[in-house]
């Protein structure tokens, strides 16, 4: 029953099921009877340029083969002339051949979908107590959306996404535990080896995207929350970091702006080449989970996404963002970031993706922080493995080792000054097994386990490799199956 009531939170419509009907003619041999090979020639033409010109908005897609219908399907939130399986989160790109987990449906001229990701969990930060920074915990990390469309007018399209996380209530205040992982606050205290909880509504977007020819667009994006053009498509979103619960330990070097209370972005297409530029509140949202945040604006970006093939996203982005973090109100940070998506479908249903992403931190007067991350993915049939790697510098103001802890460590004969890193490496392997589905929704187990490297002169604080490891049962959408063979504006999308 619990389980049903928090995907009931979660899923805002996945039980309405409204299918478009096709039918077929059998009467075309007939038709041909007495009509020259010339003038077949010239219909042929023509039947092709009017698929090819037809909007993207009335392209239909294979659904899952247990449902045996079709339906419209919605196109990129951002383009008429682009599939819906470029979007990532916010404004960002992910490969056209990305895998898609989600549940469609129509109302009148409206197309809906919604995607859900939630974690029952067992979650223990340090298995074998090989220091004092690690913990346990029995939580349920998650979240949902609804999307929607509609097409105005000949070039026209307007869309909406709303995002909800009923994290305040399964992880609470404190957020979950995660080693090395910093970034906001409760009750006045930093949050240092734990991830913070996301807001209730951590997305509510709307846009507008004018297509000015079948190759470019201009589009509007406005958010309150939302995310800016900064950073590559944010770790719950991408489909190579979602099949485990944990935030990556860079969050907040590459992608920790997803969440945020003003936001307005401007974007140019041309081709598969995309300019963008945004204006946005700087603070990271407060410690009130469940309120809209005052909005500022009184940060910007700017990101260049290029997506050369079908299989992958690249993009660049640096933004000024000012007083991020409420308890260090004077630091303003700049943010840079690179990163490269890989996906490829390499069998019917079965699919391969990587993503790769570079962020650095600098703030005046501190040290530059810099991060790696590497994550992959593999499908075999009902059995996913997924793994990561991460590299991140942080400072010991980050990871609040005060003198006063930092002068009883055996290592320091001296102290380290305000521009002092610690490497930090963890490597996390892990699997999701389906074990069954409910209707559109899968159900799988898995499990992951995380090896840290702790920095020498830490190891007596947190270990010399610290284990975690947790075991999950994950509740998400079924697969959305997609041709991509075809060659109109669509990518992939059939009649």
């Known amino acids: 029953m619990k389980l049903k009531l928090i995907l009931a939170g979660l899923v805002f419509s996945a039980s309405s099921q ?65 599939p819906m399986s470029r979007d990532g989160s916010g404004t960002s790109w992910l490969p056209d051949a990305s895998a898609m987990h989600a549940i469609m ?3 009148g001229s409206w197309q809906l979908m919604t995607h859900y990701n939630i974690f ?40 909406f996404s709303i995002m909800m996380s009923l994290d ?20 006045g205290i930093p949050l240092v080896d734990r991830q913070h909880p996301h807001d209730l509504f951590s997305e509510v977007a709307v846009s507008y995207t004018q297509a000015l020819s079948p190759n470019t667009d201009l589009s509007v994006y406005l958010g309150y929350p939302g995310e800016p053009a900064l950073g590559p498509v944010t770790f719950m979103h991408r489909p190579s970091g979602m099949y485990g619960p944990d935030a990556p330990i860079g969050h907040h070097w590459q992608d920790a702006t997803h969440i945020t209370f003003g936001v307005a972005t401007l974007g140019f297409r041309f081709h598969d080449l995309k300019i963008e ?16 945040d005052k909005p500022r604006f009184d940060s910007y970006s700017a990101r260049l996404s290029y997506n050369p093939s079908k299989n992958w996203a690249l993009q660049v982005s640096r933004g000024f963002i000012k007083s991020p973090e409420a308890l260090n109100p004077d630091e303003n ?21 990587a993503n790769l992403v570079y962020g650095l931190n600098q703030s005046k007067g501190l040290a530059n922080d810099p ?13 996913s493995i997924f793994t990561r790697y991460e590299w991140v510098k942080k400072s010991f103001q980050e990871l609040q080792l005060d003198r006063l802890v930092l002068s009883m460590l055996p290592f320091y004969t001296q102290l380290p000054s305000s521009k002092t890193l610690y490497s930090i490496n963890a490597f996390t392997l892990g699997f999701n097994k389906q074990l069954f589905h409910l209707g559109k929704t899968n159900v799988a187990i898995g499990a992951q386990a995380t090896l840290n490297v702790s920095p020498e002169a830490l190891q ?10 947790e075991v999950f049962l994950r509740i998400f959408p079924a697969l959305m199956k997609m041709h991509n063979h075809s060659t109109n504006s669509m990518k992939g999308m059939i009649m």
């Not at 045996?68 to 682009?82: Q, T």
């Open 18 to 82: 409204l299918f478009a009907q096709t039918s077929q003619s059998s009467q075309q041999s007939s038709q041909i009877n007495g009509i020259s090979t010339k003038a077949i020639k010239k219909m042929t033409v023509m039947a092709k340029a009017d698929i090819t010109q037809k909007p993207a908005a009335t392209m239909q897609m294979d659904m899952p083969a247990d449902t045996g219908n079709r339906m419209k399907v919605m196109v990129s939130g951002m383009s008429l002339n682009l």
């Open 105 to 107: 449906f129509n109302a």
């Open 120 to 159: 029952l969990r067992y979650n223990n930060q340090d298995i074998f107590r090989k220091g004092s920074r690690g913990s346990a915990k029995f939580d349920a990390p998650n979240m949902g959306m609804l999307m929607g469309q509609h097409q105005v007018g000949k070039n026209g399209l307007f869309h």
């Open 168 to 187: 305040p209530l399964t992880v609470q205040g404190g957020g979950y535990p995660l080693l090395f992982q910093t970034g906001e606050s409760w009750k």
């Open 277 to 292: 530029g945004s204006s946005f509140t700087g603070r990271e949202p407060n410690e009130n989970r469940y309120n809209f």
């Open 333 to 353: 940070v700049t943010r840079t970031t690179a990163s490269a998506n890989y996906a490829i479908e390499y069998r019917p249903g079965n699919f391969i993706t």
């Open 371 to 383: 991060s790696i991350g590497l994550e992959g993915a593999i499908e075999f049939g009902t059995t």
């Open 460 to 469: 007596s604080l947190y270990g010399k490799t610290p284990i975690a490891g």
